[in-house]
């Protein structure tokens, strides 16, 4: 969900955790493999590593698995060749939805998506309809109790950001791609340690969803998509009252 959601998607990835755990380390196993493979073992190195170990030590996954898919993945056995796909989707209520997804088997992945969307409500949108209406940004959330307001602010616009966000459950800062890195490595250089750190896409243009069939319907779906083995996020313009 748009909005506060990014506060949500934190606490939901870690309330997850104990439940999904095995799904959750497979598909971190899978971008750990992706990473690895296109931009080298070292996350000193690459950038996209290091954004996913930082998932892997939100889950608390072993480092023995880590290691595993590092090596599988640099290894020169060939191995799994993923495909990284981006769907554009309509939802319920007409709700815009980017859907990316890593898979070994692109048709295969693209039935059951296409029949996944045709049970609960959603369909293929053509391309850039959706696309369009979100931004790619750099995103860093810092818990409230981790920094100080006016220092986090002056180190984070000093290192290249282009903004920085006050909520009730802490700080959001925003940053073009391209300078993303630097205020991430910045931020860990002043003992900052954000909750969460990714390149992702930002809605530029919420819908407000306030029917409570449309509401229960956009999360179902949104649920379901983020349960399937191939889906790695799921981003949406809904915005809705009461998710925080």
Sequence with gaps: ?????????????????????????????????????????????????????????????????????IKRATGGDGGVVYEELTYEIYGPGGVAMLVELATDNRNRTAAEIRSLLAKNGGSIASAGAVSRLFQRKGQLIVAREGANEDQLMEIALDAGAEDFKSEPEGFEILTEPAKFEAVHRQLESKGVKPVAAEVTELATLTVPVTEPGIVSAVMRLVDLLEEHDDVKEVHSNAEISGIA
């Design 1 to 69: 969900m748009a909005g506060h959601s990014k506060w949500a998607k934190v606490k939901n990835f870690k309330g997850a955790i104990d439940a999904k755990r095995g799904r959750i380390f497979a598909k971190l196993s899978k971008e750990i493999a992706i990473s690895a493979k296109q931009g080298g073992a070292d996350p000193d190195m690459n950038p996209r590593l290091r954004m996913v170990l930082l998932k892997c030590r939100a889950a608390n996954m072993p480092s023995d698995n880590i290691d595993r898919a």
